[in-house]
């Protein structure tokens, strides 16, 4: 396993096969700017891509909120990434938040949002992002750049109508009203919701359950997933039956056969 990275803002635990990553700036409620969690973050995701023993990352928050998203106070001094002309401010987001929404979009692993609580505005597009979102009775959520008089910056309008559709992703949006725990399970953004002392222990029986998973074919079948987002069907099975004559090479496609055969557990390597 190769080193874990430098983190500043956040804390990484590993066990077994998955991560967890753990944002630890309360004192702002994990705004991700004015912060170190942009950094922290993509290098946790370009740490776990080119780490072949992870196949789950789960990303929380400690403290109340999960992610309070861009800093208002550094909006109203326009500092940091708010500051400079127009050309500035454009390229420090493509240079900032910008940076999450690629990264999340082209992590191998799979990735779980386990919201404790408040995710606002970019730390709400964050568990867009995330392909399982699982919350509990303190988790909130709200597409609020309306009322600051922006717009979703990081690309928050692309991720969220593919979750939800775009009739409820506008109203969302252009209301930017919060919405609880349980109108947010109803549309669909959480998967599932649960007392928050369980909060983090659901959401690692998850990513157990993943990492229990071949390897290979765990994230073989994630990219396959985000390429049938944007591909025609006919060019979408030609890369399937590439991919899949693939894994039936492996030697995990092997050991998962003989399980089942045998009616036992398998353990997966990785090859």
């Given at each position: 396993?190769?080193s874990?990275?430098?983190?500043?803002?956040?804390?990484?635990?590993?066990?077994?096969?998955y991560?967890?990553?753990?944002?630890?700036?309360?004192?702002?409620?994990?705004?991700?700017?004015?912060?170190?969690?942009i950094?922290?973050?993509?290098?946790?995701?370009?740490?776990?891509?080119?780490?072949?023993?992870?196949?789950?990352?789960?990303?929380?928050?400690?403290?109340?909120?999960?992610?309070?998203g861009?800093?208002?106070?550094?909006m109203?001094?326009?500092?940091?990434?708010?500051?400079?002309?127009?050309?500035e401010?454009?390229?420090?987001?493509?240079?900032?938040?910008?940076?999450?929404?690629?990264?999340?979009?082209?992590?191998?692993?799979?990735?779980?949002?386990?919201?404790?609580?408040?995710?606002?505005?970019?730390?709400?597009?964050?568990?867009?992002?995330?392909?399982i979102?699982i919350?509990?009775?303190?988790?909130?959520?709200?597409?609020?750049?309306?009322?600051?008089?922006?717009i979703?910056?990081?690309?928050?309008a692309?991720?969220?109508?593919?979750?939800?559709g775009?009739?409820?992703a506008?109203?969302?949006?252009?209301?930017?009203?919060?919405?609880?725990?349980?109108?947010?399970?109803?549309?669909?953004?959480?998967?599932?919701?649960?007392?928050?002392?369980?909060?983090?222990?659901?959401?690692?029986?998850?990513?157990?359950?993943?990492?229990?998973?071949?390897?290979q074919?765990?994230?073989?079948?994630?990219?396959?997933?985000?390429?049938a987002?944007?591909?025609?069907?006919?060019?979408?099975?030609?890369?399937?039956?590439?991919?899949?004559?693939?894994?039936?090479?492996?030697?995990?496609?092997?050991?998962?056969?003989?399980?089942?055969?045998?009616?036992?557990?398998?353990?997966?390597?990785?090859?």
């Open positions: 396993m190769s874990q990275p430098i983190l500043c803002d956040a804390t990484l635990t590993v066990t077994n096969r991560a967890t990553l753990c944002f630890e700036r309360d004192d702002v409620r994990n705004a991700l700017t004015g912060t170190s969690l950094d922290d973050l993509c290098s946790t995701l370009d740490w776990a891509n080119r780490n072949k023993d992870i196949s789950c990352l789960i990303i929380t928050g400690a403290g109340s909120a999960f992610s309070s861009g800093n208002i106070k550094e109203r001094d326009k500092v940091g990434m708010f500051g400079g002309s127009p050309s401010i454009s390229d420090s987001y493509k240079n900032g938040i910008q940076r999450i929404s690629r990264a999340m979009h082209s992590a191998e692993i799979v990735t779980i949002a386990a919201v404790n609580g408040a995710a606002v505005g970019a730390g709400f597009d964050l568990c867009c992002m995330a392909d979102r919350g509990c009775e303190k988790t909130r959520f709200g597409e609020t750049f309306i009322n600051l008089g922006i979703p910056g990081d690309g928050g692309w991720f969220l109508q593919r979750l939800i775009y009739q409820r506008a109203e969302l949006t252009f209301s930017g009203r919060i919405i609880e725990s349980a109108e947010a399970l109803s549309l669909g953004l959480l998967l599932e919701c649960v007392p928050k002392e369980t909060l983090l222990a659901v959401a690692e029986r998850y990513a157990k359950e993943y990492a229990s998973k071949p390897p074919a765990l994230r073989a079948t994630k990219r396959l997933l985000k390429l987002q944007r591909q025609e069907l006919g060019d979408f099975l030609e890369v399937c039956a590439d991919v899949q004559s693939q894994c039936h090479q492996t030697e995990d496609h092997q050991r998962a056969l003989k399980a089942f055969l045998d009616k036992t557990p398998a353990q997966f390597e990785g090859n």
